[in-house]
C-alpha cells in the first residue's frame, strides 16, 4: 500500500513564526504536491514537485516555499506564519505516468497560527 | 474556465440510495475523479471515470457525460459509515495537477 506520512496531525504556532511541515511517501513517486483545504473553498493547490530539488507553484503560493531535497520527502515552509495560514495541510504523492493521475493523501496537518 | 461544482450539503437516510452530482467546465477532458473525505481525515480514491457511462463497485457507482460535463456518484443501501464528503476532481492542463470541487458533505440519519 502507498503510504504518505505527515509529520503532525495538529499544530499550534504564533503569528510571525516560521513553521515547517513535512511530509514522506515510501512508493518511490516522482511527484508531491501541497495543498490546504478550508470549508466551501475545497482543496486549493499551494505548491508541487515533479522531480527533486524542482518546484512548481500552484494556485496560492504567496507566503509559502517547499523544499524537496530527497525524493521521498517535501517539504512546506511558512515563512511568517499569519493567521489567514490557519488551514488543514494535505499532502500527496503520485507516480509519473500518461495515465497515472491519483494522487494519495498523507493525513492531514490541522495548523492554528494564533 | 475551469469549474467544478457541486451540491455543499446532502441528507439521505440509512438503506436508501442518494446520488451527488458534479458539473464542470472544460474543452479538453482526461477523466473525472471521485473521493471520499471522513471529517478530519485525509480523501481517499473512489472511482475514475474516462469514458461515458456507468461504472459500478459494490454500493458505490459513478456515471460519466463528458458531452454534458456532467457525473454523478451513487450510493446504495447507505450506512452511517457514508457519512463523508465526497469530492470530484479532475486532471488540470498539466499531467500533474488535480482541479478540485469543493465536495459533498452527505448527512446520513438513521
Known amino acids: 500500500d502507498v503510504k504518505v506520512t505527515q509529520s503532525s496531525r495538529y499544530l499550534v504556532k504564533r503569528t510571525g513564526e516560521k513553521v515547517f511541515l513535512e511530509c514522506v511517501q515510501d512508493m518511490d513517486h516522482e511527484n508531491m504536491f501541497w495543498y490546504r483545504q478550508d470549508p466551501g473553498l475545497g482543496l486549493r493547490l499551494i505548491y508541487f514537485?515533479?522531480?527533486?530539488?524542482?518546484?512548481e507553484k500552484g494556485d496560492i503560493p504567496e507566503g509559502y516555499s517547499v523544499s524537496r531535497e530527497k525524493k521521498e520527502r517535501f517539504s512546506l515552509i511558512l515563512e511568517s506564519a499569519s493567521t489567514n495560514q490557519t488551514s488543514m495541510y494535505l499532502c500527496?504523492?503520485?507516480?509519473?505516468?500518461?495515465?497515472?493521475?491519483?494522487?494519495?493523501f498523507g493525513p492531514g496537518t490541522r495548523l492554528t497560527v494564533t | 474556465g475551469q469549474n467544478i461544482d457541486q451540491p455543499t450539503e446532502m441528507t439521505a437516510t440509512e438503506g436508501a440510495i442518494v446520488q451527488i452530482n458534479c458539473t464542470y467546465q472544460t474543452s479538453g477532458f482526461n477523466g473525472l475523479f471521485w473521493y471520499q473525505q471522513h471529517a478530519g481525515e485525509a480523501p481517499t480514491f473512489l472511482s475514475y471515470?474516462?469514458l461515458d457511462g456507468l461504472e459500478e463497485k459494490g454500493r458505490f457507482s459513478s456515471f460519466l457525460s463528458r458531452s454534458k460535463g456532467y457525473s454523478y456518484l451513487l450510493l446504495k443501501e447507505l450506512q452511517m459509515k457514508d457519512s463523508a464528503s465526497y469530492l470530484c476532481a479532475r486532471p488540470g492542463d498539466s499531467n500533474y495537477q488535480l482541479i478540485w470541487g469543493a465536495g459533498t458533505k452527505l448527512i446520513i440519519k438513521p
Open positions: 500527496a504523492s503520485k507516480p509519473t505516468g500518461q495515465h497515472s493521475y491519483e494522487q494519495y
Open positions: 471515470n474516462v
Open positions: 514537485s515533479y522531480d527533486v530539488k524542482m518546484k
